[in-house]
C-alpha cells in the first residue's frame, strides 16, 4: 500500500506530477528509489517526444559573477511564453547560466565542433602517444577516448552539472522538458570574462 507520505517525499524530490507519481510508486511497489528510475525513464520518453516541437518562445538570461569579472548571456527558448515566464524555467536558465561561467563550454552540443579544431586535438594527442610504445590499435583507441573525453569537456549539453555530477546539463534540460511538458533548447551563450 502506497502511503501519501511516499507520494509527497517523491513528489518533492522529483518535482514529477502526482499522478506519474503515484503510478511510479505502484509499479515499483513502493520503492521509491526504483519509482524514481521509473520517473526517470518516463521524463526521458516524454523529451524525446517534445523534442520535434517548435520553440518560439522562451528568456534571456544573464549572470554576473560577484566579482564583476565572469559575465553569461544565455538565450534558452521554450514552446510558450506562459512556460517561459515560470519560476521552473527561469531557475533552469540560471542554472545553466552558473555552469556556463563555471566550466567555460565552447559550444553547445558535441556535434557543433568543427572538424578542423577537432583534427588540432587529434594532431596533439597522437603525438602524446606516438613515442609510447602502445600498438597501433591500442594508440588509436587512446586517442578516440581522449577526444571524446574532450568533446564532453567543451560541450555544454555533454558537461556534468557543477552541482551534482550524476546528470550532464542534457539530462537536466530533459528533466525540465518532462517537468515543464514543452520542448526546451538552448539555442546561444556568449561568456565574457576579465
Known sequence: MITIDQIKQLREETGAPFSGVKKALEQSEGDIKKAKELLRIWGKSLADKKISRE?????????????????????????????????????????????????????????????????????????????SGKPANIAEQIIEGKLKKYKESVSLLSQSWIKDDTKTIGDLVQESVAKIGENIEVKRFTMYEI
Open 55 to 131: 520553440t518560439k518562445q522562451g528568456t534571456i538570461e544573464n549572470y554576473i559573477h560577484p566579482n564583476s569579472k565572469t559575465g553569461v548571456m544565455l538565450d534558452i527558448r521554450c514552446e510558450s511564453d506562459f512556460v517561459a515566464k515560470s519560476p521552473e524555467f527561469k531557475n533552469l536558465a540560471h542554472e545553466i547560466c552558473l555552469q556556463i561561467a563555471a566550466m567555460k563550454p565552447l559550444f553547445i552540443n558535441s556535434s557543433d565542433i568543427p572538424e578542423e579544431f577537432l583534427d588540432g586535438e587529434k594532431k596533439i594527442y597522437t603525438e602524446q602517444v606516438k613515442d
